[in-house]
């Protein structure tokens, strides 16, 4: 009869110790892929809520505003701002633009965020001045409003396609008659990052109100809106779960080093 080989008590503690490290390993991973799975549905959840990016502004042009200060596109980074493309001259359209943005901007008098951009469609004749004198016309608030030409005259044609390139404007047709021109009359709603969120024809006859309500509920989403974070908390856990497997891996290395030496 053999005799059995008494029991080891720093074996049975080295390998207690490694069934908890494996245990603790399964459960970070658990926790992980749980805390994974319940960011991404929210975060797909609030994208899903936000106005969609139609296009990200990368290119800019020099400017003058209507007291004939350099303005670039880029001062307004950090705003949520509106952005019309009309000219002083036009009979009718252009008009409606601006007062129909102009109610707009009512519905929001203590937003700090939310400005407003209108910019000509034909510069040489809507200089700094004549721009002035159609802002007071239209008690247009300089503060919030940017009324914007270009530096020189002769530039129509590199703004027109700066509009059309860099901002996704309809191209501007030259017509006869009074109206002069044949232009694009939406709006366009860029976040603080300089990203086109929507284009609205507020002059549109088939759903003014809804058009304007889905406005409003945008401008409100993009002056509530944070920036976007990275989903800390699991990094955070990952980052610890490394550590634990890299601690884990040389527990258990030494446990075989000394079970091998005591096997020898």
């Given at each position: 009869?053999?005799?059995s080989?008494?029991p080891?008590?720093d074996?049975q503690?080295?390998n207690?110790?490694?069934v908890?490290?494996?245990?603790?390993?399964i459960?970070?991973?658990?926790?992980?892929a749980?805390?994974?799975?319940?960011?991404?549905?929210?975060?797909?959840?609030?994208?899903?809520q936000r106005?969609k990016?139609?296009?990200?502004?990368?290119?800019?042009?020099?400017?003058?505003?209507?007291?004939g200060?350099?303005?670039r596109l880029?001062n307004?980074?950090?705003?949520?701002y509106?952005?019309?493309y009309?000219f002083?001259q036009?009979?009718?359209?252009?008009?409606g633009?601006?007062?129909?943005v102009?109610?707009?901007a009512?519905e929001?008098?203590?937003a700090?965020?939310?400005e407003f951009?209108?910019?000509?469609?034909?510069p040489?004749?809507?200089?700094p001045?004549?721009?002035?004198?159609?802002?007071?016309l239209h008690?247009i608030?300089n503060?919030?409003w940017?009324?914007?030409?270009?530096?020189?005259?002769?530039?129509t044609?590199a703004?027109?396609?700066?509009?059309s390139?860099g901002?996704?404007?309809?191209?501007v047709n030259k017509?006869?008659?009074?109206?002069?021109y044949e232009?694009d009359?939406r709006?366009?709603?860029?976040?603080?990052?300089?990203?086109?969120?929507?284009f609205?024809?507020?002059l549109?006859?088939?759903?003014?109100?809804?058009?304007?309500?889905?406005l409003?509920?945008?401008i409100?989403?993009?002056?509530?809106?944070?920036?976007?974070r990275?989903p800390?908390?699991?990094?955070?856990?990952v980052a610890?779960g490394?550590v634990?497997l890299?601690?884990?891996?040389i527990v258990?290395?030494?446990?075989?080093?000394k079970?091998?030496?005591?096997?020898q």
């Open positions: 009869m053999t005799n080989p008494e080891n008590p074996l503690k080295r207690a110790t490694l908890l490290i494996l245990v603790g390993i459960a970070l991973g658990a926790v992980v749980f805390n994974y799975t319940v960011v991404i549905k929210r975060q797909q959840a609030e994208d899903a106005p990016f139609e296009h990200r502004i990368e290119q800019d042009m020099d400017f003058l505003n209507e007291e200060e350099p303005f880029a307004m980074q950090g705003k949520v509106l952005v019309s009309v002083t036009c009979p009718s359209q252009c008009s633009v601006i007062e129909s102009k109610e707009i009512a929001f008098p203590d700090q965020r939310l951009v209108a910019v000509s469609l034909e040489d004749v809507d200089r001045e004549v721009l002035k004198e159609w802002a007071q008690e608030d503060e919030k940017h009324l914007l030409t270009t530096p020189e005259t002769g530039q044609k703004l027109h396609d700066f509009m390139e901002l996704w404007f309809f191209r017509v006869d008659g009074p109206e002069k232009h009359q709006v366009a709603l860029v976040d603080g990052s300089g990203n086109i969120r929507g609205f024809d507020l549109d006859l088939q759903a003014p109100e809804a058009l304007r309500s889905a409003k509920t945008q409100t989403q993009l002056l509530d809106e944070k920036p976007q990275g800390w908390m699991i990094w955070m856990v610890f490394a634990f890299i601690f884990g891996s258990v290395s030494g446990a075989n080093k079970r091998s030496s005591g096997v």
